[in-house]
Every structure is written in C-alpha cells, then in structure tokens.
C-alpha cells in the first residue's frame, strides 16, 4: 500500500489558497510566512509530479490534481472540525453563554455572519449581543455583564481579562464629490480646521481621528453626529462636511461613486481591533473558536484589512 505525506495542514493550506485568492493572502490567514506556504506546495508538487494550480492565474486556477485534493479538503475537513468541537465539549462539559458587547458603530455587518456561523458549530452556546452602545465594553466583563468585547487597544495592565488580535484596517476621510479638497493627495490635521467633521455620537477619546491627527495638532473643527452609517455619509454626500471612517465600512460606497475618500496623513491614518474576555474564558475552545471565525470571515469579506 502507497505511504501518503498528505497531512491536513496540507489540505488547509489549499483551501486557504482557493479562499484567499493568492499566496500572500493565503499565509496571512493561515499566520504563515509566504515562503513557508510555498515551500508546502512545493513539496506537495515533487510528491505527485505535478504543478497543483497555475502560477500565473489570479485567482489561481487549480490543475486536475490540484482539484481532486480541495475535494478531499472540502469532504474531510468539516468533519475534522467538527470532530475536534465535540472533543472539547466531552473534556470540558457544555458550555455556557457568549454575550458580545461592542463599541464599533460599524462592526454590526461582519459579525452578524461570524455569529451566524457560530451559531451552527456550537448551538449549545447562549450567543447574545448586550443591547445598546457601549463606550466602556472592558468595564462590562468586570461587571459580569458580557463575556466578549470587541475593542480597539490592548490595556495589558487590565488584570483578569484576556486579549485576542482581530485585524487591523484604516481610517480614511470621507468627501463629497466635488469637495475643495478633493484634489489633495491626502488630508493633514489643518485640513480639517475650517471643516465640520461628522462622527458618531462617541467621545473624542474613541476617535482614531480626533486622537490621534486633530487632537495633538491643536485642531478643533465643528462637529455633527449621528447613530447611523448611511445618515453620516448622505450628510458627507450633501456637502455638510467630512468623516473619517473604515475603509471596509465605506468601500461600497466609494465603487458606486457617492463619495470619495482620501488618506489622513502621507502614510495614512490606521487602526486595530480585539477581543477582550474574562481571562478565565480566553482559552475555552468555543471562544478560540469563535475569534478564528471572526478573523477568517473579516479577511474574506472585508476589503484592505490585514490580520494582526
């Protein structure tokens, strides 16, 4: 009988290719350097004698062989997966409950999908959202009250909570058409100063911008403020002043042509984000489970970010 090297690392490593659409997305959502990734491939390739996709086709097209192996990957490793999920629920018992709470106005559309799916792993999990916006997430896994947060910065001097890096993304200015400074390669602190700057209703210490750019340059422009994405960008669309927002948030509307963005500062203005839990429950597999699902379902669906 024929010894196989094929291990699942290998099958992941496919489908992650397929998924990512090239090499260098494909070792970021794996946490592999490229070469790592190729040397795979490689290796993979001098087994079989065979090219596994074409080099030169983006997305990559895969050869027959390549094919037959991402149908093994496809029947093989759900049910690895699942497998694995009703291992841990054997050794640590059922779990309980995963209440998120969230300080990201526009974080809404990508981790409905992320629960969805989670949803169906793990259906013995209670998965809640805590009801309204909260400026102060962190303090509510003191208080009991979630058991994940999504937030901006690491406080590693917060005692009892545990951190899980999501991915990072930037922050652009958001312009009508025709804007005065639409013509600006990118946009400096000043640049602001006789503009209206339109946010969310947060305060200023939980805005990149304000923090960041404005605030150490001494700049103050008038403010406006509102609940809702698309209310923020019909004001920017209507000329009643400039945002600063994800790029992933807006990329929709910059492809249909309703407004423009440029960057903030030569290198452009950026930003993270994570999840905070009890550090009691950092390390339950149905919480590791569900970062790895937030991160892979943000870097196929968000457009510019980068996993951290």
Not at 54 to 82: H, M, Q
Not at 221 to 235: C, G, V
Request: aromatic residues 8%; charged residues 20%.
């Amino acid at each position: 009988m024929m010894k196989s090297l094929l291990e699942l690392r290998h099958l992941r490593t496919l489908v992650a290719l397929r998924n990512g659409g090239s090499l260098s997305r494909a070792a970021e959502l794996l946490s592999l350097t490229q070469s790592a990734l190729s040397h795979q491939i490689k290796l993979l390739e001098s087994v079989y004698g065979a090219l596994l996709f074409e080099r030169k086709s983006v997305p990559p097209r895969f050869t027959a062989i390549g094919s037959r192996l991402l149908e093994l990957a496809d029947a093989l490793l759900p049910r690895v997966d699942e497998a694995e999920r009703d291992i841990a629920r054997l050794a640590a018992g059922t779990a309980g409950q995963l209440r998120i709470a969230v300080e990201c106005h526009t974080c809404f559309d990508w981790l409905m999908p992320a629960m969805d799916a989670f949803r169906e792993r793990w259906p013995e999990v209670e998965l809640d959202i805590v009801s309204g916006f909260h400026a102060d997430p962190v303090g509510l896994i003191h208080q009991g009250r979630a058991d994940f947060a999504l937030v901006s910065e690491i406080d590693s001097d917060e005692r009892g909570v545990g951190f899980h890096s999501l991915f990072g993304f930037e922050i652009v200015a958001v312009l009508a058409k025709g804007h005065a400074l639409a013509s600006a390669p990118w946009l400096e602190a000043s640049d602001f100063a006789d503009q209206t700057l339109i946010s969310y209703p947060v305060p200023d210490e939980m805005l990149d911008v304000v923090r960041q750019v404005l605030a150490p340059a001494g700049v103050r422009p008038k403010r406006r403020s509102t609940e809702l994405t698309i209310a923020l960008l019909q004001l920017v669309a209507s000329g009643r002043g400039i945002a600063a927002l994800p790029l992933w948030a807006v990329q929709s509307y910059l492809e249909r042509g309703y407004v423009l963005s440029r960057p903030i500062g030569r290198n452009g203005l950026h930003a993270s984000l994570y999840g905070a839990c009890p550090a009691s429950l950092s390390s339950a597999p149905y919480l590791t489970d569900f970062v790895g699902l937030l991160r892979e379902t943000c870097f196929l669906s968000l457009p510019g970010i980068t996993l951290l």
